[in-house]
């Protein structure tokens, strides 16, 4: 069950990622994709810590906190 969520955390990751990548900010992100901001602030920071790391890896991080 936790790696469904993760899997499922992983996609909405990927798409942020995208999303920040075409200039959006964590408000409009949160606004298309229905989201609360703060989640994808904590997305957004995450990526920016660690370019590298994998969308699942950041879901991993943000299902364990």
Known sequence: LAEGKA???????????????????????????ELETAYVEKVMAL???GPSVSDLQIAQMILGQ
């Open 47 to 49: 990526i920016a810590e």
């Open 7 to 33: 899997e499922v955390e992983a996609k909405f990751v990927a798409i942020i990622r995208k999303k920040r990548a075409k200039g959006l900010d964590a408000s409009a992100i949160a606004k298309e994709l």
